[in-house]
């Protein structure tokens, strides 16, 4: 799978040591050529969070790709990104109750 339109594969790992160097020297720079004012390059690694979530990578891979200490610094940041898992939860709930009471 590639990411839309960039020729990046899905599996490719991004922000790793030669990613970090472009980083210094663009830091150093201030603005990333091509792109619209304003732009960070910490808004790629945003990016990159979400393409993950979107493609449905728990958590543990999100933190191991970003690097974070813990789960819980990825999900403090990314946590709404994740879609509501406790709609179909609820879904089966409802269904075991009524069948239950129909009995």
């Known amino acids: 799978m ?11 790992l991004a922000f790793t040591r030669n990613v970090t160097a472009s980083y210094s020297n663009l830091k150093s720079r201030g603005q990333v050529d091509g ?5 960070r390059y910490h808004d790629l690694r945003h ?3 979400s393409l ?3 493609l449905r990578r728990d958590v543990k891979t999100v933190q191991a790709r970003l690097r974070h200490a813990s789960a819980k ?3 403090g ?3 709404h990104l994740w879609p509501d898992c ?4 609820m879904g089966v709930i409802d269904a075991v109750i009524a069948e239950r009471f129909a009995a």
């Open 2 to 12: 590639l990411f839309a339109g960039s020729g990046i594969a899905a599996t490719t």
């Open 35 to 39: 792109l619209p004012e304003g732009f």
């Open 47 to 49: 990016y990159f969070a």
């Open 52 to 54: 993950l979530v979107a």
């Open 73 to 75: 610094t990825t999900l």
């Open 77 to 79: 940041t990314y946590g």
């Open 86 to 89: 406790d709609e179909p939860t």
